[in-house]
Protein backbone atom coordinates (compact mmCIF):
# COMPACT_ATOMS: atom_id res chain seq x y z
CA UNK A 1 0.00 0.00 0.00
CA UNK A 2 1.63 3.80 -0.80
CA UNK A 3 -0.06 6.31 1.14
CA UNK A 4 0.98 10.15 1.71
CA UNK A 5 0.39 13.30 3.72
CA UNK A 6 1.80 16.54 3.09
CA UNK A 7 2.82 19.35 5.33
CA UNK A 8 -0.21 20.54 7.27
CA UNK A 9 -2.67 18.24 5.69
CA UNK A 10 -5.38 16.42 7.02
CA UNK A 11 -5.82 12.56 6.04
CA UNK A 12 -8.38 10.11 7.35
CA UNK A 13 -8.02 6.29 6.73
CA UNK A 14 -11.28 4.60 6.67
CA UNK A 15 -12.19 1.24 6.81
CA UNK A 16 -13.95 -1.70 8.48
CA UNK A 17 -12.45 -3.85 11.18
CA UNK A 18 -9.44 -5.54 10.57
CA UNK A 19 -8.64 -3.72 7.60
CA UNK A 20 -5.07 -2.65 8.74
CA UNK A 21 -5.95 0.64 9.83
CA UNK A 22 -3.86 0.48 13.44
CA UNK A 23 -1.60 -1.44 12.01
CA UNK A 24 -1.30 1.17 8.98
CA UNK A 25 -0.26 3.98 11.98
CA UNK A 26 2.28 1.33 13.90
CA UNK A 27 4.04 0.64 11.16
CA UNK A 28 5.16 4.32 10.91
CA UNK A 29 5.36 4.76 14.39
CA UNK A 30 7.59 1.69 15.03
CA UNK A 31 5.42 -0.56 16.87
CA UNK A 32 4.79 -3.03 14.89
CA UNK A 33 7.49 -5.19 12.62
CA UNK A 34 7.72 -3.19 9.13
CA UNK A 35 9.16 -3.62 5.91
CA UNK A 36 9.15 -1.42 2.42
CA UNK A 37 9.74 1.90 2.81
CA UNK A 38 8.81 4.95 5.15
CA UNK A 39 9.88 8.46 4.74
CA UNK A 40 9.27 11.65 6.65
CA UNK A 41 10.53 14.71 5.58
CA UNK A 42 12.60 13.58 3.49
CA UNK A 43 14.56 11.13 6.13
CA UNK A 44 13.61 7.36 5.72
CA UNK A 45 12.49 6.30 9.39
CA UNK A 46 11.47 2.56 8.64
CA UNK A 47 14.15 1.01 10.33
CA UNK A 48 14.12 3.79 13.54
CA UNK A 49 12.82 2.53 16.99
CA UNK A 50 9.11 4.04 18.49
CA UNK A 51 10.99 6.38 20.92
CA UNK A 52 13.20 7.70 17.77
CA UNK A 53 10.58 8.08 15.62
CA UNK A 54 8.82 10.00 18.53
CA UNK A 55 11.85 12.33 18.74
CA UNK A 56 11.27 13.29 15.66
CA UNK A 57 7.78 14.99 15.88
CA UNK A 58 5.54 12.25 14.67
CA UNK A 59 3.40 11.57 17.88
CA UNK A 60 1.10 8.84 18.41
CA UNK A 61 -1.95 8.80 20.14
CA UNK A 62 -2.74 5.17 20.08
CA UNK A 63 -6.18 3.50 20.31
CA UNK A 64 -8.42 3.22 24.11
CA UNK A 65 -7.00 6.66 25.15
CA UNK A 66 -3.11 5.94 26.08
CA UNK A 67 -2.37 8.00 28.91
CA UNK A 68 -0.60 6.77 32.71
CA UNK A 69 -3.59 6.61 34.72
CA UNK A 70 -1.50 6.55 37.85
CA UNK A 71 0.50 9.89 36.59
CA UNK A 72 -1.37 13.12 37.38
CA UNK A 73 -2.84 15.24 34.38
CA UNK A 74 -0.06 17.42 35.22
CA UNK A 75 2.86 14.78 34.96
CA UNK A 76 1.08 13.39 31.64
CA UNK A 77 1.42 16.89 29.92
CA UNK A 78 5.30 17.00 31.02
CA UNK A 79 6.40 13.38 29.64
CA UNK A 80 4.78 14.67 26.36
CA UNK A 81 7.13 17.40 26.41
CA UNK A 82 10.05 14.69 27.27
CA UNK A 83 12.38 14.75 24.26
CA UNK A 84 12.39 18.68 24.57
CA UNK A 85 15.36 21.04 25.87
CA UNK A 86 13.25 24.33 25.24
CA UNK A 87 12.39 24.99 28.55
CA UNK A 88 10.36 28.24 28.04
CA UNK A 89 8.62 27.24 24.99
CA UNK A 90 7.46 24.03 26.88
CA UNK A 91 6.04 26.48 29.14
CA UNK A 92 4.54 28.61 26.86
CA UNK A 93 2.98 25.15 25.17
CA UNK A 94 1.43 24.24 28.22
CA UNK A 95 -0.27 27.47 28.35
CA UNK A 96 -1.29 27.08 24.57
CA UNK A 97 -2.94 23.33 25.37
CA UNK A 98 -4.73 25.00 28.68
CA UNK A 99 -6.27 27.69 26.22
CA UNK A 100 -7.67 24.57 24.01
CA UNK A 101 -8.64 22.09 26.86
CA UNK A 102 -9.28 24.09 30.29
CA UNK A 103 -10.45 22.51 32.43
CA UNK A 104 -6.84 20.71 32.31
CA UNK A 105 -5.48 23.26 34.50
CA UNK A 106 -8.17 22.94 37.06
CA UNK A 107 -7.80 18.92 37.62
CA UNK A 108 -3.93 19.28 37.35
CA UNK A 109 -3.11 17.20 39.73
CA UNK A 110 -5.77 14.35 39.32
CA UNK A 111 -4.46 10.96 38.56
CA UNK A 112 -5.11 10.38 34.43
CA UNK A 113 -7.10 7.56 35.15
CA UNK A 114 -10.03 9.31 37.34
CA UNK A 115 -10.64 10.94 34.56
CA UNK A 116 -13.48 10.42 32.03
CA UNK A 117 -13.15 8.24 28.46
CA UNK A 118 -13.64 11.33 26.83
CA UNK A 119 -11.39 13.85 29.08
CA UNK A 120 -8.69 11.19 29.07
CA UNK A 121 -9.01 11.20 25.14
CA UNK A 122 -8.35 15.01 25.41
CA UNK A 123 -5.47 14.59 28.25
CA UNK A 124 -3.66 12.23 25.58
CA UNK A 125 -4.44 14.83 22.48
CA UNK A 126 -2.69 17.48 24.72
CA UNK A 127 0.15 15.31 25.62
CA UNK A 128 0.96 14.53 21.98
CA UNK A 129 0.54 18.35 21.27
CA UNK A 130 3.24 19.35 24.36
CA UNK A 131 5.56 17.71 22.21
CA UNK A 132 5.26 19.85 19.43
CA UNK A 133 4.72 17.32 16.59
CA UNK A 134 4.75 18.18 12.85
CA UNK A 135 2.80 15.13 12.49
CA UNK A 136 -0.55 13.92 14.83
CA UNK A 137 -1.69 10.67 14.34
CA UNK A 138 -4.76 9.50 16.32
CA UNK A 139 -6.19 5.95 16.33
CA UNK A 140 -10.23 6.07 16.66
CA UNK A 141 -10.15 9.11 18.47
CA UNK A 142 -14.28 8.82 18.90
CA UNK A 143 -14.22 5.55 19.49
CA UNK A 144 -16.36 4.94 22.87
CA UNK A 145 -17.15 8.54 23.26
CA UNK A 146 -20.31 11.05 23.28
CA UNK A 147 -21.43 12.54 20.06
CA UNK A 148 -20.71 15.89 21.73
CA UNK A 149 -17.46 14.92 22.77
CA UNK A 150 -16.83 13.55 19.38
CA UNK A 151 -17.66 16.75 17.76
CA UNK A 152 -15.71 18.93 20.36
CA UNK A 153 -12.35 16.77 19.57
CA UNK A 154 -12.75 17.52 16.05
CA UNK A 155 -13.56 20.64 16.15
CA UNK A 156 -10.31 21.33 18.06
CA UNK A 157 -8.11 18.97 15.97
CA UNK A 158 -9.77 20.95 12.87
CA UNK A 159 -8.65 24.48 14.72
CA UNK A 160 -5.61 22.68 15.05
CA UNK A 161 -4.55 21.73 11.15
CA UNK A 162 -6.00 25.28 10.14
CA UNK A 163 -4.25 28.05 12.30
CA UNK A 164 -1.07 25.85 13.43
CA UNK A 165 -0.89 24.21 10.05
CA UNK A 166 -0.43 20.86 11.77
CA UNK A 167 -0.41 17.81 9.68
CA UNK A 168 -2.80 15.49 10.99
CA UNK A 169 -3.24 11.46 10.29
CA UNK A 170 -6.40 9.95 11.83
CA UNK A 171 -7.87 6.63 12.00
CA UNK A 172 -11.38 6.17 12.21
CA UNK A 173 -14.87 3.67 11.70
CA UNK A 174 -17.14 6.90 12.18
CA UNK A 175 -16.52 7.46 8.53
CA UNK A 176 -19.06 10.75 8.26
CA UNK A 177 -17.20 12.32 11.43
CA UNK A 178 -13.78 11.33 9.73
CA UNK A 179 -14.61 12.45 6.41
CA UNK A 180 -16.40 15.83 7.02
CA UNK A 181 -13.69 16.92 8.98
CA UNK A 182 -10.68 15.86 6.71
CA UNK A 183 -9.55 16.92 3.57
CA UNK A 184 -8.23 13.52 1.69
CA UNK A 185 -9.31 10.15 3.03
CA UNK A 186 -7.66 6.55 2.18
CA UNK A 187 -10.31 3.16 2.46
CA UNK A 188 -8.54 0.40 3.41
CA UNK A 189 -10.10 -3.39 2.75
CA UNK A 190 -8.06 -5.88 4.41
CA UNK A 191 -4.21 -4.77 3.89
CA UNK A 192 -4.74 -2.89 0.58
CA UNK A 193 -5.86 0.52 -0.24
CA UNK A 194 -9.41 0.34 -1.86
CA UNK A 195 -10.31 3.86 -2.45
CA UNK A 196 -8.37 7.22 -2.28
CA UNK A 197 -9.71 11.04 -2.77
CA UNK A 198 -10.80 14.11 -1.59
CA UNK A 199 -13.00 13.73 1.50
CA UNK A 200 -16.18 15.81 0.25
CA UNK A 201 -16.08 13.96 -3.13
CA UNK A 202 -16.27 10.48 -1.22
CA UNK A 203 -18.84 11.25 1.42
CA UNK A 204 -21.18 13.36 -2.24
CA UNK A 205 -20.55 9.58 -3.57
CA UNK A 206 -23.63 7.72 -3.25
CA UNK A 207 -21.88 4.39 -4.27
CA UNK A 208 -18.87 4.54 -1.88
CA UNK A 209 -21.02 5.13 0.72
CA UNK A 210 -22.69 2.44 0.61
CA UNK A 211 -20.32 -0.16 -0.59
CA UNK A 212 -17.34 0.78 1.54
CA UNK A 213 -18.50 2.90 4.40
CA UNK A 214 -21.76 1.73 5.30
CA UNK A 215 -23.65 4.25 5.86
CA UNK B 1 11.96 0.72 87.23
CA UNK B 2 9.49 2.20 84.51
CA UNK B 3 12.06 4.61 83.14
CA UNK B 4 14.67 2.03 83.06
CA UNK B 5 12.40 -0.14 80.67
CA UNK B 6 11.10 3.11 78.57
CA UNK B 7 14.55 3.92 78.16
CA UNK B 8 15.40 0.64 77.23
CA UNK B 9 12.50 0.23 74.72
CA UNK B 10 13.49 4.14 73.06
CA UNK B 11 17.25 2.74 72.60
CA UNK B 12 15.82 -0.64 71.08
CA UNK B 13 13.40 1.10 68.95
CA UNK B 14 16.50 3.63 67.35
CA UNK B 15 18.46 0.78 66.98
CA UNK B 16 15.63 -1.08 65.37
CA UNK B 17 15.07 1.42 62.76
CA UNK B 18 18.71 1.73 62.62
CA UNK B 19 19.09 -1.60 61.28
CA UNK B 20 15.64 -1.28 59.39
CA UNK B 21 17.04 1.79 57.21
CA UNK B 22 19.85 -0.70 55.93
CA UNK B 23 16.74 -3.03 55.47
CA UNK B 24 14.79 -0.45 53.77
CA UNK B 25 17.39 1.18 51.26
CA UNK B 26 18.35 -2.53 50.30
CA UNK B 27 14.86 -3.43 49.84
CA UNK B 28 14.39 0.04 47.53
CA UNK B 29 16.94 -1.10 45.57
CA UNK B 30 15.27 -4.60 44.96
CA UNK B 31 11.47 -2.85 44.08
CA UNK B 32 13.31 -0.20 41.91
CA UNK B 33 14.25 -3.32 39.43
CA UNK B 34 10.94 -5.44 40.50
CA UNK B 35 8.45 -2.47 39.16
CA UNK B 36 10.25 -1.76 36.24
CA UNK B 37 11.28 -5.38 34.91
CA UNK B 38 9.07 -7.50 37.33
CA UNK B 39 12.07 -9.67 38.34
CA UNK B 40 13.70 -9.73 41.59
CA UNK B 41 17.32 -9.15 41.32
CA UNK B 42 19.09 -11.81 43.63
CA UNK B 43 22.03 -10.13 43.04
CA UNK B 44 21.55 -7.40 45.01
CA UNK B 45 23.26 -8.00 48.04
CA UNK B 46 26.35 -9.43 46.88
CA UNK B 47 26.32 -6.34 44.51
CA UNK B 48 26.48 -4.52 47.29
CA UNK B 49 29.34 -6.24 49.48
CA UNK B 50 31.14 -5.92 46.32
CA UNK B 51 31.19 -2.05 45.95
CA UNK B 52 31.32 -2.30 50.06
CA UNK B 53 34.75 -4.00 49.75
CA UNK B 54 35.50 -1.13 47.07
CA UNK B 55 34.64 1.01 49.55
CA UNK B 56 36.75 -0.61 51.85
CA UNK B 57 39.88 -0.46 49.22
CA UNK B 58 39.44 3.31 48.70
CA UNK B 59 39.20 4.06 52.32
CA UNK B 60 42.89 3.30 52.59
CA UNK B 61 43.86 5.97 49.86
CA UNK B 62 41.52 8.91 51.46
CA UNK B 63 38.86 9.67 54.17
CA UNK B 64 35.87 8.32 54.84
CA UNK B 65 33.22 10.85 52.51
CA UNK B 66 35.45 11.20 50.16
CA UNK B 67 35.61 7.16 49.54
CA UNK B 68 32.05 7.19 50.75
CA UNK B 69 30.59 9.36 47.48
CA UNK B 70 33.10 7.73 44.96
CA UNK B 71 31.51 4.41 46.14
CA UNK B 72 28.30 5.65 45.25
CA UNK B 73 29.18 6.70 41.96
CA UNK B 74 31.24 3.46 40.89
CA UNK B 75 28.55 1.56 41.83
CA UNK B 76 26.01 3.44 39.75
CA UNK B 77 28.01 3.54 37.40
CA UNK B 78 28.99 -0.30 37.70
CA UNK B 79 25.17 -1.09 37.82
CA UNK B 80 24.38 0.70 34.44
CA UNK B 81 27.09 -1.03 32.79
CA UNK B 82 25.70 -4.59 33.97
CA UNK B 83 22.18 -3.52 32.69
CA UNK B 84 23.80 -2.98 29.42
CA UNK B 85 26.46 -5.52 28.95
CA UNK B 86 24.56 -8.53 31.18
CA UNK B 87 20.79 -8.25 31.72
CA UNK B 88 19.92 -6.56 28.19
CA UNK B 89 20.60 -9.22 26.05
CA UNK B 90 17.81 -11.40 27.79
CA UNK B 91 15.51 -8.04 28.25
CA UNK B 92 12.73 -9.80 26.02
CA UNK B 93 13.52 -13.32 27.66
CA UNK B 94 11.01 -14.96 30.37
CA UNK B 95 11.47 -13.32 33.61
CA UNK B 96 12.16 -16.86 35.15
CA UNK B 97 15.28 -16.63 32.69
CA UNK B 98 16.37 -13.45 34.16
CA UNK B 99 15.83 -14.19 37.94
CA UNK B 100 17.91 -17.44 37.01
CA UNK B 101 20.87 -14.90 35.56
CA UNK B 102 20.24 -12.96 38.21
CA UNK B 103 21.19 -15.91 40.75
CA UNK B 104 24.12 -16.59 38.73
CA UNK B 105 25.53 -13.09 38.98
CA UNK B 106 24.96 -13.48 43.08
CA UNK B 107 27.11 -16.40 42.97
CA UNK B 108 29.85 -14.77 40.48
CA UNK B 109 30.02 -11.54 42.56
CA UNK B 110 30.26 -13.12 45.15
CA UNK B 111 33.44 -15.33 44.00
CA UNK B 112 34.77 -12.52 43.00
CA UNK B 113 35.00 -10.72 46.20
CA UNK B 114 36.72 -13.67 47.90
CA UNK B 115 38.79 -13.70 44.89
CA UNK B 116 40.14 -10.16 45.01
CA UNK B 117 39.91 -9.57 48.57
CA UNK B 118 40.04 -13.01 50.24
CA UNK B 119 37.77 -13.97 52.53
CA UNK B 120 38.96 -13.16 56.15
CA UNK B 121 36.91 -10.93 58.04
CA UNK B 122 37.77 -7.35 57.70
CA UNK B 123 36.70 -4.40 60.22
CA UNK B 124 35.22 -1.57 58.11
CA UNK B 125 35.43 1.84 59.54
CA UNK B 126 32.15 3.95 60.71
CA UNK B 127 31.71 7.17 59.89
CA UNK B 128 29.79 7.84 63.31
CA UNK B 129 31.61 7.75 66.49
CA UNK B 130 30.40 4.68 68.64
CA UNK B 131 29.61 7.54 71.84
CA UNK B 132 25.96 7.71 72.82
CA UNK B 133 24.68 11.03 73.16
CA UNK B 134 21.62 11.39 75.29
CA UNK B 135 18.49 12.87 75.56
CA UNK B 136 16.39 13.02 77.87
CA UNK B 137 17.53 10.74 80.12
CA UNK B 138 18.02 7.89 77.19
CA UNK B 139 21.18 7.03 75.67
CA UNK B 140 21.33 6.55 71.82
CA UNK B 141 24.03 5.95 69.81
CA UNK B 142 25.38 8.49 67.76
CA UNK B 143 26.13 5.63 65.37
CA UNK B 144 22.49 4.48 64.94
CA UNK B 145 21.40 8.06 64.61
CA UNK B 146 23.85 8.60 61.62
CA UNK B 147 22.26 5.59 60.04
CA UNK B 148 19.00 6.03 59.78
CA UNK B 149 19.94 9.91 58.79
CA UNK B 150 21.46 8.32 55.58
CA UNK B 151 19.35 6.09 54.89
CA UNK B 152 16.42 8.54 54.92
CA UNK B 153 18.42 11.04 53.59
CA UNK B 154 19.12 8.99 50.57
CA UNK B 155 15.34 7.62 50.42
CA UNK B 156 14.52 11.71 50.53
CA UNK B 157 16.77 12.76 47.45
CA UNK B 158 14.94 9.67 45.62
CA UNK B 159 11.88 10.47 45.84
CA UNK B 160 12.50 14.06 45.02
CA UNK B 161 14.17 13.07 42.03
CA UNK B 162 11.30 10.84 41.52
CA UNK B 163 8.76 13.37 41.66
CA UNK B 164 10.26 16.68 40.06
CA UNK B 165 12.96 15.57 37.65
CA UNK B 166 12.19 14.81 33.81
CA UNK B 167 13.87 11.47 33.88
CA UNK B 168 12.46 10.25 37.20
CA UNK B 169 9.30 10.82 35.80
CA UNK B 170 10.19 8.83 32.62
CA UNK B 171 11.83 6.15 34.85
CA UNK B 172 8.14 6.47 36.53
CA UNK B 173 6.37 6.18 33.31
CA UNK B 174 8.22 3.61 32.16
CA UNK B 175 8.05 1.38 35.38
CA UNK B 176 3.96 1.84 34.37
CA UNK B 177 3.85 1.46 30.33
CA UNK B 178 6.87 0.92 28.78
CA UNK B 179 5.16 0.40 25.42
CA UNK B 180 3.41 4.35 26.00
CA UNK B 181 6.34 5.46 27.10
CA UNK B 182 8.16 5.19 23.96
CA UNK B 183 5.35 6.57 22.11
CA UNK B 184 5.84 9.85 24.43
CA UNK B 185 10.01 9.28 22.61
CA UNK B 186 11.25 8.09 26.12
CA UNK B 187 14.60 5.51 25.45
CA UNK B 188 13.09 2.47 27.60
CA UNK B 189 16.33 0.52 27.47
CA UNK B 190 18.23 3.57 28.93
CA UNK B 191 15.61 4.08 31.73
CA UNK B 192 16.04 0.46 33.01
CA UNK B 193 19.64 0.75 33.03
CA UNK B 194 19.53 4.07 35.22
CA UNK B 195 17.16 2.01 37.60
CA UNK B 196 20.08 -0.43 37.79
CA UNK B 197 22.50 2.14 38.63
CA UNK B 198 20.31 3.66 41.35
CA UNK B 199 19.95 0.22 43.00
CA UNK B 200 23.48 -0.67 42.84
CA UNK B 201 23.86 2.69 44.64
CA UNK B 202 21.25 2.12 46.95
CA UNK B 203 22.80 -1.25 47.58
CA UNK B 204 26.28 0.46 48.20
CA UNK B 205 25.23 2.47 50.70
CA UNK B 206 23.21 -0.10 52.69
CA UNK B 207 26.65 -2.05 52.22
CA UNK B 208 28.71 0.82 54.01
CA UNK B 209 26.15 1.25 56.90
CA UNK B 210 26.04 -1.85 57.27
CA UNK B 211 29.51 -3.58 57.75
CA UNK B 212 30.82 -1.96 60.80
CA UNK B 213 28.93 -3.52 62.41
CA UNK B 214 28.71 -7.02 61.44
CA UNK B 215 32.53 -6.81 59.62
CA UNK B 216 33.27 -7.44 56.10
CA UNK B 217 33.37 -10.50 54.24
CA UNK B 218 32.28 -11.49 51.02
CA UNK B 219 28.99 -13.31 52.36
CA UNK B 220 28.26 -10.28 54.62
CA UNK B 221 24.85 -9.11 53.04
CA UNK B 222 23.40 -12.60 52.60
CA UNK B 223 21.19 -11.98 55.96
CA UNK B 224 20.98 -8.47 55.52
CA UNK B 225 19.71 -9.43 52.04
CA UNK B 226 16.88 -12.09 53.36
CA UNK B 227 15.60 -9.01 55.98
CA UNK B 228 15.33 -6.76 52.73
CA UNK B 229 13.32 -9.36 51.04
CA UNK B 230 11.11 -9.96 54.18
CA UNK B 231 11.10 -5.88 53.97
CA UNK B 232 9.93 -5.40 50.34
CA UNK B 233 7.80 -8.26 50.66
CA UNK B 234 5.71 -6.29 53.43
CA UNK B 235 5.17 -3.49 51.93
CA UNK B 236 4.52 -4.61 48.82
CA UNK B 237 7.50 -5.08 46.07
CA UNK B 238 5.56 -2.82 43.86
CA UNK B 239 5.64 0.29 46.20
CA UNK B 240 8.66 1.96 46.60
CA UNK B 241 7.32 3.89 50.16
CA UNK B 242 6.41 0.28 50.94
CA UNK B 243 9.92 -0.91 50.75
CA UNK B 244 10.98 1.52 53.19
CA UNK B 245 8.26 1.22 55.86
CA UNK B 246 8.61 -2.30 55.34
CA UNK B 247 12.72 -1.99 56.13
CA UNK B 248 12.35 0.18 58.89
CA UNK B 249 8.68 -1.71 60.89
CA UNK B 250 11.10 -4.86 60.34
CA UNK B 251 13.97 -3.86 61.86
CA UNK B 252 12.22 -2.60 64.88
CA UNK B 253 10.24 -5.68 65.37
CA UNK B 254 13.35 -7.63 65.16
CA UNK B 255 15.14 -6.04 67.24
CA UNK B 256 12.25 -5.49 69.97
CA UNK B 257 11.68 -9.93 69.58
CA UNK B 258 15.00 -10.25 70.18
CA UNK B 259 15.25 -8.12 73.30
CA UNK B 260 11.68 -8.81 75.01
CA UNK B 261 10.95 -12.44 73.58
CA UNK B 262 12.82 -14.65 75.47
CA UNK B 263 13.54 -17.27 73.16
CA UNK B 264 14.38 -15.50 69.88
CA UNK B 265 17.30 -13.96 70.93
CA UNK B 266 20.24 -13.47 67.98
CA UNK B 267 19.64 -17.27 66.94
CA UNK B 268 16.42 -17.24 65.46
CA UNK B 269 15.93 -13.59 64.34
CA UNK B 270 16.79 -14.67 60.49
CA UNK B 271 13.63 -17.04 61.14
CA UNK B 272 11.43 -14.28 62.41
CA UNK B 273 12.53 -12.72 58.46
CA UNK B 274 11.36 -15.88 57.18
CA UNK B 275 8.38 -15.81 59.05
CA UNK B 276 7.34 -12.42 58.39
CA UNK B 277 8.11 -13.54 54.32
CA UNK B 278 5.40 -16.34 54.81
CA UNK B 279 2.63 -14.46 56.57
CA UNK B 280 2.59 -11.73 54.32
CA UNK B 281 2.13 -13.75 51.14
CA UNK B 282 -0.34 -15.93 53.12
CA UNK B 283 -2.49 -13.22 54.32
CA UNK B 284 -1.65 -10.01 52.09
CA UNK B 285 0.08 -11.40 49.14
CA UNK B 286 0.31 -7.54 47.60
CA UNK B 287 1.96 -6.31 51.19
CA UNK B 288 0.84 -3.11 52.69
CA UNK B 289 1.30 -0.70 50.13
CA UNK B 290 1.24 -2.70 46.72
CA UNK B 291 -1.87 -3.22 44.20
CA UNK B 292 -3.41 -6.45 44.05
CA UNK B 293 -2.59 -6.95 40.05
CA UNK B 294 -4.94 -9.81 38.54
CA UNK B 295 -3.04 -11.64 35.88
CA UNK B 296 -4.33 -13.52 33.00
CA UNK B 297 -2.52 -16.91 32.65
Same mark, same amino acid.
Given at each position: ??????????????? $??????????????????????????????????????????????????????????????????????????????????????????????????????????????????????????????????????????????????????? $????????????????????????????????????????????????? | ?????????????????????????????????????????????????????????????????????????????????????????????????????????????????????????????????????????????????????????????????????????????????????????????????????????????????????????????????????????????????????????????????????????????????????????????????????????
Amino acid at each position: MSLRVDEAEYVAVLG $ANGAGKTTTLRAVSGTVRRSGTIVFGGKRIGGKRPDAVARLGIAHVPEGRGTFGELSVWENLRLGAYPRRDRAAVRRDFDRVVGYFPWLARRRDQPAGTLSGGEQQMLALARALMARPRLLMLDEPSLGLAPIVVRELFEILGRLNLDEGL $AILVVEQNANVALRASKRAYVLEVGRIALSGESSELRADESVRRSYLGY | MLAFTFSQLAQQVVSGLASGGIYGSLALAIVLIYRSTRVVNFAQGEMATFTTFIAWSLMHHMSYWPAFVLTLLIAFGGGVALERVVIRPVERAPVLSVVILSIGLLILVNGLSSWIWGSDVKSFPSAFSTRPIRVGGVAFSIQDLGVIGVSLGAVALLALFFRFTKVGLAMRAVALNPGESELVGVRVGWMLALGWGLAAALGALSGMMVAPSVFLEPNMMLSVLLYAFAAAVLGGLDSPLGAVVGGLTLGVVLNLAGTYVGFVGSELRLAVGLAVILAVLLVRPAGLFGRTVARKV
